[in-house]
Every structure is written in structure tokens, then in C-alpha cells.
């Protein structure tokens, strides 16, 4: 089978991910997989730790003894209007060549690619050199305690031996002014969900209020809101602008970055979001009614901080927020990093180049978060990685979480063909 048509098969079966286990879960896009895996002849385990919440665990077995390399990819996908799109989100139709629907780019669409190339090995009777261990993750969309978290921390044994790994988001080509780039991302950005709350004294509301924890809240937000985050140009953000700089052939303004990102669209697109930490005020919950003062007060806030960064981010946070505010996470992942000057990043770009020699690899660091921390916690370094070659004007951003998601097909196609190309280049197949 193709990469499209597995892609659009996978995009039939609603694997929406609510973020409160109530959804549909991922067991029939498990089953599915794991029947194509058993027709290549993969043997693959569905492993739950909640109803209907599946993770697809296979190992293709390889003739050498080198280090296994991992695969990851999740099943679930945010949801999606039917009534915002100009074709049904779960149809998967293939019109002119593109496929349509939730999760054609995030991430079906890669999935998509390594089981076709799987299958390919098996007809053309390929063996890798090494194991090649492949996991299809539920929970990715909300906080990986059902998928990766799960695997890493409950089936280690799965992933005896591996030392790196590629997944989501890179190896996709940006276009400009006749220049494609194609980032390699060498790592993310760490996520502090924080819960933070402020407590004050209950009172009637027309009484002069001693301690107004609606007021503290507020107050708080704002000068968190208000914070200008300092540039921060870490090893791999760093790298991903001399990387861009050479690409396009003249230096970039160190000195004025914004102004940089916004001179080169898509490209500056790149590195915009990740030149700084940030913090934004997404949730504020006070109150019941409008002539009572509450006891309390609690706002929700999505910081996001680059490799090496974390502790410097939590004290100014705290600093912020001052001492009638507290915290707790709701979620907190540190930021993995990869070697963007070791021979697994190489090969990486040499076998974009390989099957398209205008290509310009650079390193990239993403501004979300993967699976790739959960991994991270055993050891392994993840690669972004899911190769495609892009017309020039597809917004392939616009493409995570949005209206309208699609990819073409010749774009999957070339995926495989790079994925095929890393493992044998690299002595991986």
C-alpha cells in the first residue's frame, strides 16, 4: 500500500483526543496498524492503560547488532468542525492529488509513511542491519499519559538498546525566494502548564475589600502578560540561524530578530517563536457571584522555555507572580535536545539532498512539544523528522490544528523515499 492511501484510511477512523479520556480512542487506528504491520510480517503489540486508549509497540527485525533505532508517531488528533471545512475532517477524500482531513499533517500522514515503507521492505524483501523499533502513540494531543508516558515508563523493556530516535515536526520544505530550506529539528521547546492560585478574604461586595484574591490574580496576570522575555539564543537556536543564514546566502540580523522573522515569512517562521521563553494567560476561573468577594481566584498559564533554560524561567515566573500567588503544574515536560553536528543529523540532511538536491538543511528547534520528552526520559534523542517536499505556497504551520488540513500525495511519497534513504545510507537497512 501507498503512503496516500494509508494516510486516508487512517483519517476515517476519529481518533479525536478531547484531553479528558471521554473520546473515542485510538483502538481501531491500533487495529488497523497493527494488521498492516502483521501483513508485512511485524508482529505488533496493542498495549492500553485505558479502555480503548492504544499504543501500537512492533520491532522489525534487523541482521546486524548495531544500536536499534526508533519511530515514533501518534494516532489521536485534535478535534475538528465539520461545518468550518470545505470537506468533512474525518473523510479522507484524495481530490487533485492532495489528501483531506484531521491529522493529514499531525501527524496520520507520517504514520502513513513508515508503514509504507515497512511494507516496501517486506515486498522487496529488505532486511535492516539493525532493529528498527516502531511505536504508534495514543495521548500525544493532550499530555502523553496514556501513550508515550506510558511506554517509557511502564514498557522501557520495549525499547531495550535504542538511542535515538525520529518523529514529528522537520525534514518539510519552506520556500524562499526560490531557495528551499528544510529544517531538522534538533529540539523543543520544555512546557510549564501551571495552575495558580491566590487566596484572599471573603466578603460582602460593598464592603472595602482587605485582601481581594480577584484582584491579586489579576494583578499578577498582568505583569506576567506585560513581561518582555529576553532573547535567548541557545546552542540549537543558534545553530538554526547560521543554518538559515547560510542557506539563504546573506547574514542575519542578530541585532533585530524580529524584524528578520518578519522579512522572511515562512522562513522566519522558523525560529520566530523560539528566540525567547514565554508565558501566556490562557485560563481565569473566579467568583460565583457579582455582590460576593471569593476566598480565591485561579488562573491557567501556558510558559514554554528553550533547552537549558528551565530554572532561570520558573524564578522569574515566581518573581512575577509575587508572594500571594501560588503554582503547581499541570503539566511539566523539560526540553529534549538532539546533535545537530553528529553523523545521525548528517544523514538526516543527506538523504533530503539525495532526493532533492536543491534541498538546504538546517537545524531547527520547534517551539511545541512531542512525544520526544516522554522518550527523552529513557535515554533517547528524537529527531524531528517527517520529510516533505512542498509546493512553494502551502503553509504547512497553518496545517497543525487548522481548518482544512491536508497534504499531497507526491509530498508522502517523497517522504518514504527519504525515510528509505536515511535507513540504508545510514546503515539502517
Given at each position: 500500500?501507498?503512503?496516500?492511501?494509508?494516510?486516508?484510511?487512517?483519517?476515517?477512523?476519529?481518533?479525536?483526543?478531547?484531553?479528558?479520556?471521554?473520546?473515542?480512542?485510538?483502538?481501531?487506528?491500533?487495529?488497523?496498524?497493527?494488521?498492516?504491520?502483521?501483513?508485512?510480517?511485524?508482529?505488533?503489540?496493542?498495549?492500553?492503560?485505558?479502555?480503548?486508549?492504544?499504543?501500537?509497540?512492533?520491532?522489525?527485525?534487523?541482521?546486524?547488532?548495531?544500536?536499534?533505532?526508533?519511530?515514533?508517531?501518534?494516532?489521536?488528533?485534535?478535534?475538528?468542525?465539520?461545518?468550518?471545512?470545505?470537506?468533512?475532517?474525518?473523510?479522507?477524500?484524495?481530490?487533485?492529488?492532495?489528501?483531506?482531513?484531521?491529522?493529514?499533517?499531525?501527524?496520520?500522514?507520517?504514520?502513513?509513511?513508515?508503514?509504507?515503507?515497512?511494507?516496501?521492505?517486506?515486498?522487496?524483501?529488505?532486511?535492516?542491519?539493525?532493529?528498527?523499533?516502531?511505536?504508534?502513540?495514543?495521548?500525544?494531543?493532550?499530555?502523553?499519559?496514556?501513550?508515550?508516558?506510558?511506554?517509557?515508563?511502564?514498557?522501557?523493556?520495549?525499547?531495550?538498546?535504542?538511542?535515538?530516535?525520529?518523529?514529528?515536526?522537520?525534514?518539510?520544505?519552506?520556500?524562499?525566494?526560490?531557495?528551499?530550506?528544510?529544517?531538522?529539528?534538533?529540539?523543543?521547546?520544555?512546557?510549564?502548564?501551571?495552575?495558580?492560585?491566590?487566596?484572599?478574604?471573603?466578603?460582602?461586595?460593598?464592603?472595602?475589600?482587605?485582601?481581594?484574591?480577584?484582584?491579586?490574580?489579576?494583578?499578577?496576570?498582568?505583569?506576567?502578560?506585560?513581561?518582555?522575555?529576553?532573547?535567548?539564543?541557545?546552542?540549537?537556536?543558534?545553530?538554526?540561524?547560521?543554518?538559515?543564514?547560510?542557506?539563504?546566502?546573506?547574514?542575519?540580523?542578530?541585532?533585530?530578530?524580529?524584524?528578520?522573522?518578519?522579512?522572511?515569512?515562512?522562513?522566519?517562521?522558523?525560529?520566530?517563536?523560539?528566540?525567547?521563553?514565554?508565558?501566556?494567560?490562557?485560563?481565569?476561573?473566579?467568583?460565583?457571584?457579582?455582590?460576593?468577594?471569593?476566598?480565591?481566584?485561579?488562573?491557567?498559564?501556558?510558559?514554554?522555555?528553550?533547552?537549558?533554560?528551565?530554572?532561570?524561567?520558573?524564578?522569574?515566573?515566581?518573581?512575577?507572580?509575587?508572594?500571594?500567588?501560588?503554582?503547581?503544574?499541570?503539566?511539566?515536560e523539560d526540553a529534549p535536545e538532539a546533535?545537530?553536528?553528529?553523523?545521525?543529523?548528517?544523514?538526516?540532511?543527506?538523504?533530503?539532498?539525495?532526493?532533492?538536491?536543491?534541498?538546504?538543511?538546517?537545524?531547527?528547534?520547534?517551539?511545541?512539544?512531542?512525544?520526544?520528552?516522554?522518550?527523552?526520559?529513557?535515554?533517547?534523542?528524537?529527531?524531528?523528522?517527517?520529510?516533505?517536499?512542498?509546493?512553494?505556497?502551502?503553509?504547512?504551520?497553518?496545517?497543525?490544528?487548522?481548518?482544512d488540513e491536508r497534504v499531497p500525495v507526491?509530498?508522502?511519497?517523497?517522504?518514504?523515499?527519504?525515510?528509505?534513504?536515511?535507513?540504508?545510507?545510514?546503515?539502517?537497512?
Amino acid at each position: 500500500m501507498n503512503a496516500g492511501v494509508i494516510c486516508s484510511d487512517l483519517i476515517r477512523i476519529d481518533t479525536t483526543n478531547e484531553g479528558d479520556n471521554r473520546g473515542r480512542g485510538e483502538r481501531a487506528a491500533a487495529e488497523y496498524v497493527a494488521t498492516l504491520l502483521g501483513d508485512c510480517g511485524v508482529e505488533a503489540r496493542i498495549l492500553e492503560t485505558s479502555k480503548g486508549r492504544s499504543n501500537v509497540v512492533a520491532r522489525v527485525a534487523g541482521s546486524g547488532s548495531g544500536d536499534p533505532f526508533l519511530i515514533h508517531g501518534h494516532l489521536d488528533v485534535v478535534p475538528a468542525a465539520a461545518e468550518d471545512w470545505t470537506l468533512h475532517p474525518f473523510s479522507g477524500e484524495i481530490v487533485d492529488g492532495v489528501v483531506w482531513g484531521r491529522g493529514a499533517v499531525d501527524m496520520k500522514g507520517t504514520c502513513a509513511m513508515t508503514l509504507a515503507m515497512v511494507s516496501e521492505w517486506a515486498r522487496a524483501g529488505v532486511r535492516p542491519d539493525r532493529d528498527v523499533v516502531l511505536a504508534f502513540t495514543a495521548d500525544e494531543e493532550a499530555t502523553g499519559e496514556y501513550g508515550s508516558y506510558y511506554l517509557a515508563r511502564h514498557h522501557p523493556g520495549l525499547f531495550e538498546g535504542v538511542r535515538e530516535a525520529i518523529s514529528e515536526d522537520g525534514g518539510y520544505s519552506v520556500v524562499h525566494e526560490g531557495k528551499r530550506v528544510y529544517p531538522v529539528a534538533v529540539g523543543e521547546q520544555g512546557m510549564a502548564w501551571m495552575r495558580l492560585r491566590a487566596r484572599g478574604v471573603a466578603q460582602h461586595g460593598s464592603l472595602r475589600a482587605t485582601d481581594n484574591a480577584v484582584a491579586e490574580i489579576c494583578h499578577a496576570m498582568s505583569r506576567l502578560a506585560a513581561y518582555e522575555w529576553p532573547l535567548q539564543l541557545t546552542p540549537g537556536v543558534r545553530g538554526m540561524l547560521d543554518g538559515i543564514s547560510a542557506a539563504l546566502g546573506r547574514p542575519l540580523d542578530l541585532d533585530d530578530l524580529d524584524a528578520e522573522a518578519e522579512r522572511l515569512g515562512k522562513v522566519g517562521e522558523l525560529f520566530k517563536h523560539v528566540l525567547r521563553n514565554s508565558a501566556n494567560v490562557t485560563m481565569l476561573n473566579a467568583g460565583y457571584k457579582v455582590n460576593v468577594i471569593p476566598g480565591s481566584a485561579e488562573a491557567q498559564v501556558d510558559g514554554r522555555f528553550l533547552p537549558g533554560s528551565r530554572d532561570e524561567f520558573l524564578a522569574t515566573v515566581d518573581s512575577l507572580l509575587g508572594p500571594k500567588v501560588t503554582r503547581e503544574f499541570v503539566c511539566f515536560e523539560d526540553a529534549p535536545e538532539a546533535d545537530p553536528g553528529g553523523p545521525t543529523f548528517d544523514a538526516l540532511c543527506a538523504s533530503l539532498v539525495a532526493e532533492d538536491p536543491a534541498a538546504l538543511p538546517v537545524p531547527y528547534v520547534m517551539s511545541g512539544g512531542t512525544d520526544a520528552k516522554a522518550f527523552n526520559e529513557l535515554g533517547i534523542v528524537t529527531y524531528g523528522f517527517a520529510p516533505l517536499a512542498l509546493p512553494a505556497d502551502f503553509d504547512y504551520n497553518a496545517m497543525f490544528h487548522g481548518v482544512d488540513e491536508r497534504v499531497p500525495v507526491d509530498a508522502l511519497d517523497f517522504g518514504v523515499r527519504v525515510l528509505d534513504r536515511f535507513f540504508r545510507a545510514s546503515g539502517r537497512a
